[in-house]
């Protein structure tokens, strides 16, 4: 009965975010530099435009801009924060984002690498700078993921540890790069803040399926996840093939995150927090909590870029720094309010 | 049921294991007891291939027990370990509710019967009112039970249990091993649990293995391991042991 009555409301809980999630959407396809109204972006997305009525510039920026860059938004938030989940509760610590395998010190080396020599052309459908990012995430990752491996198995806390390490390792790196070039400062920095304004079609094209198949794949060991979380002996006597099982979505989860750099720079914040909030809203329940934190972290990723590239009329504000400056003071607001209910006061 | 054909095991070059033999009987009550150290807790590890011995081979109803599938194993036998970890909290049904995983495939919803059995075994130790509560917010001793009560809900053959009654009150230390032994007899549920308190192990089993180093030095009915001779040898404790109205250890 009464689990039930959880099952219902969490579902008209996810409805309801969802609709947000749809009218967030077309509001911002309608915001930006040039005002476009909400009947004209209704129009224009069901091809019902005649060039009469509506200007053909219109058309291309809701068509060619807007919606691509809305919905890579959305994509990236989504997986970022599923990706946390999904590395909080493997390694049991509530501090893990998706960067923990040094993804983001080793997708900036290689964007660094990529801006300072001037690399060109596309790959893919990718710029070269996030070619290169991809390869430098990919390669921390194998290092990482070598570190901490003792006889066949991996130990999440070796992980950690080497994650920090070739983090800081790298970003000494960087910033040594940065010293030496001074000059292409700017757009290093651009970078490791993250950015959608590249984003296309084609972009979105290359994300969209890992995104969808490794959520989903995900989605599936929800369960597992959730004995993973009451340790790992108590996940294995209750017949979770653990090691399989951290090996599998280690390397995903990493991958992932790869991708996400790779089109958007390097976002913080999000991966970190949308999991506790939604924790915090719906319990610990993965079968819940991995849904909930891809439409949750969607919807806040659109809020922030949709944000980042309105509140300056003259130029975009990297959207990293939109996540923490405003993320960051709501999630402390929720910790209070939450620790103070949950001790009664 | 279970086996353990003379297993050895070493944390590196500590070797803990010696030449460890047992087998128990389906439906029996037996506890392991000795001194801190001993083995205890690694011999448990083993049974239930936490541990894999470096020598000598588990058994559970003759195969291997390297030959069984996770969920398998996990539908034989449930574990109640010493330590409980927990980062994130679940609410009690939750955490009762995982020990169904075994028993559904991917994917599977809990049925109205696997959330029968999830009421049954709250109930059976004593925490069905606290199941709103999350892991976080209850005693040393609730949290036992509710890690008791998730590997009932197991349904297994066999369960094992490490320390059960070490954080629980007078009443509950009592409740979860009656609740064992009427398992046991009802139901024909094996059981193999570690005990510190020796006049508990000798009220409540059939069998009682004590080790020492390692090794197990006496095996056999509470009367026969329950010697002051055993005991002073193995602990350097100084007791004496009554036989009337029931067995009963006087440390001096
Ligand atoms: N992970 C480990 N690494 C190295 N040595 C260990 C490890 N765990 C236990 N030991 C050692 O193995 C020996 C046996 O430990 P075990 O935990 O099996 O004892 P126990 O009989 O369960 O003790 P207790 O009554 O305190 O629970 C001890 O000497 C201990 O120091
Ligand atoms: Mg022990």
Redesign the interface.
Known sequence: M??QLKRRNNFIKITLLLAVLVIMAIFAVTQGNVKISVPDVVKITLGLDDSTTIKASHSFIVMQVRIPRILLSLLVGGMLSVIGTIF??LF???MADPYVMGVSSGAAFGATIGILFGVGGTFLGMGMVSMLAFIGAMITILCVYQLARVGGKVSTTGILLAGIVINALLSAAISFLMILFHNEIDRIVTWTMGSFGAASWEQLGLIFIPAIVGVGYMM?HA??L??M???E??A??????VDRLKKVLLILASLLSAFAVSVSGIIGFVGLIVPHFF?MVF???HRVLIPVSFLGGGLFMLVCDTLARSLLNSMEIPVGIITALFGGPFFLMLLQKHKRR?EGI | MIKAERINFSYGNQNVLKQVELAVEKGCFISVIGPNGSGKTTLLKNL???LQPQSGEVKIDALSIKAY???????KM??V?QE????????I???VL??R??H?K??QN?SAED?KIVEKTMHLTGIHHLRHKSMS?ISGGERQRVMIAK?LT?EPDLLLLDEPISHLDLKYQLEVLKLCKSLNREKQLTILTTLHDINLAARFSDVIILMHHGEIVKVGPPAEVLTSELIRNVYEVDVTVIHEPHLLVIPH
Not at chain 1, 236 to 241: K, M, Q
Not at chain 2, 69 to 75: G, N, T
């Open positions: 009464e689990i909080q509760a049991r610590n509530p599936t369960r597992e959730n004995a979380v009451m340790g002996d108590e294995r006597a209750l017949g979770v093939s924790r319990g610990s329940d949950s | 239930c291939r936490l599938k996770p969920k398998m194993l996990a539908k449930a574990v370990h409980i970890q927990n980062t994130f909290d679940f609410n049904h939750e955490v995982m020990g995983y075994p559904l991917a994917l809990e959330l917010t590997a197991q």
